[in-house]
């Protein structure tokens, strides 16, 4: 079981920059991948960006050149880095790990003024 506590969520104006983290209770080179994804009001859970046990890293078409997942296997967390915040990256952030079943974060929110 792998526990996944996010933090880093705000409010900020268009244009500005956050970085959220996800801190693992499990080892993260041992996870086979791990993500992001977001939930706007009304919408469905879409995937936001995800990064491997190898390194590599996917992202959505909207956040491309935008956003940037990375980790610290140290300290078994992994980050996404906003920026260029736009007023539609308005969500709730959550945090996923790939590891025998699909474990989740409770979420932090990301709010974006125009």
């Known amino acids: 079981q792998v526990q996944l506590v996010e933090s880093g969520g705000g409010l900020v104006q268009a244009g500005g920059s956050l970085r959220l983290s996800c801190a693992a209770s499990?080892?993260?080179?041992?996870?086979?991948?791990m993500g992001w994804y977001r939930q706007a009001p009304g919408k469905q859970r879409e995937l936001v960006a995800t990064?491997?046990?190898?390194?590599?890293?996917d992202y959505a078409d909207s956040v491309k050149g935008r956003f940037a997942i990375s980790r610290d296997i140290a300290k078994n967390t992994v980050y996404l880095r906003m920026n260029s915040l736009k007023p539609e990256d308005t969500a709730v952030y959550y945090c996923?790990?790939?590891?025998?079943?699909?474990?989740w974060g409770q979420g932090t929110q990301v709010t974006v003024s125009s």
């Open positions: 996923n790990a790939r590891y025998l079943d699909n474990y």
């Open positions: 499990k080892n993260i080179f041992s996870i086979n991948a």
């Open positions: 990064i491997t046990r190898t390194g590599t890293t």
